[in-house]
């Protein structure tokens, strides 16, 4: 994961820098990419999962059978010329219509996943993690509650006072990028233990 290299930049330069200098923000940047990772990832794989199964006569979940779109789309969609116009359509669509949401805490990614047919997420990462799902749920969105604290607040304590940041650390960061690349790679194999297309 590209953002963890963020957190080796932190340990090259940590101890090196005077105290006048912070290296808290590039923690704080890695918090965030990891974040935005995860996020990445929901989009993709529900893009792909849904233009995949463009090319099924049956069996579609009901949530992707469900998908809003524009009557323009649907007429673009009657006139392309082949199944592989069709899916570069698709893909454009989903890309617009979900361009704007996040895939982060634990009911959007749910929601993300309804497309695909996949219920339960969370039951089966937990067994893959060895954690209740409601702990996983739970450790997720406190990660992503965090990320939104950084990103649209500056990350400031205002029981501190005006510019007076929440305390961040390695360890923390580690923890939390950690969770959330164990979270990716359980996901993806509920995934591919679900999805027939």
Not at 70 to 84: D, P, V, W
């Amino acid at each position: 994961m590209s953002a963890r290299q963020l957190g080796v930049i932190f340990e090259a330069f940590h101890e090196k820098v005077t105290e006048a200098i912070s290296l808290d923000e590039v923690l704080r940047a890695e918090f965030v990419l990891a974040v935005s990772a995860l996020d990445c990832y929901v989009h993709d794989v529900v893009r792909i999962g849904m233009t995949r199964a463009l090319a099924l006569s049956s069996g579609e979940p009901n949530a992707y059978l469900n998908f809003g779109v524009s009557i323009q789309f649907a007429k673009r969609l009657l006139r392309a010329s082949s199944a592989r116009d069709r899916v570069s359509l698709l893909d454009q669509e989903v890309r617009r219509l979900h361009g704007f949401r996040t895939f982060q805490n634990a009911e959007s990614i749910s929601q993300a996943l309804s497309l695909l047919g996949i219920r339960g997420i969370w039951d089966n990462v937990g067994l893959s993690l060895g954690m209740p799902s409601r702990d996983v749920k739970t450790t997720l969105d406190l990660i992503v509650d965090r990320r939104n604290k950084i990103a649209h607040e500056g990350d400031i304590d205002p029981s501190l006072g005006i510019g007076s940041k929440y305390p961040i650390d390695l360890p923390t960061v580690r923890q939390s990028v950690s969770f959330l690349e164990s979270l990716v790679k359980s996901i993806h194999r509920a995934i591919v233990a679900e999805v027939t297309f």
